[in-house]
Nanobody, 117 residues
Framework: QVQLVESGGGLVQPGGSLRLSCTASGGDFSLNVMGWYLQAPGKQRELVASITSGDSTHYADSVKGRFTISRDNAKNTVYLQMNSLKPEDTAVYYC???????????WGQGTQVTVSS
């Protein structure tokens, strides 16, 4: 079982920055493909970015050039640096871990990001 705890959400003005963190416990962190998803009110959850243990990354087109995902395997932590935030980035952001051994997704509890003046 993998447990994920997120932190770093909040209220920020348009053009501002936030950094989300997600720390995993349980199992071998290197066996997880880590990701961040967002879910806006009334919409489906969608992938923002993902990163493998070898630091191969993937981004949604809407965040390319603004968001950066990274991981620290020694700390069992994945980060999402969000710059040039826009009101449309407002959503609950969820950390995910896809465990390659168990072939299962695990989810954090979510953290609210609100971009508003």
């Amino acid at each position: 079982q993998v447990q994920l705890v997120e932190s770093g959400g909040g209220l920020v003005q348009p053009g501002g920055s936030l950094r989300l963190s997600c720390t995993a416990s349980g199992g071998d962190f290197s066996l997880n493909v880590m990701g961040w998803y967002l879910q806006a009110p009334g919409k489906q959850r969608e992938l923002v970015a993902s990163i493998t243990s070898g630091d191969s990354t993937h981004y949604a087109d809407s965040v390319k050039g603004r968001f950066t995902i990274s991981r620290d395997n020694a700390k069992n932590t994945v980060y999402l640096q969000m710059n040039s935030l826009k009101p449309e980035d407002t959503a609950v952001y969820y950390c995910s871990a896809y465990n390659l051994l168990r072939r299962m997704y695990y989810w954090g509890q979510g953290t609210q990001v609100t971009v508003s003046s």
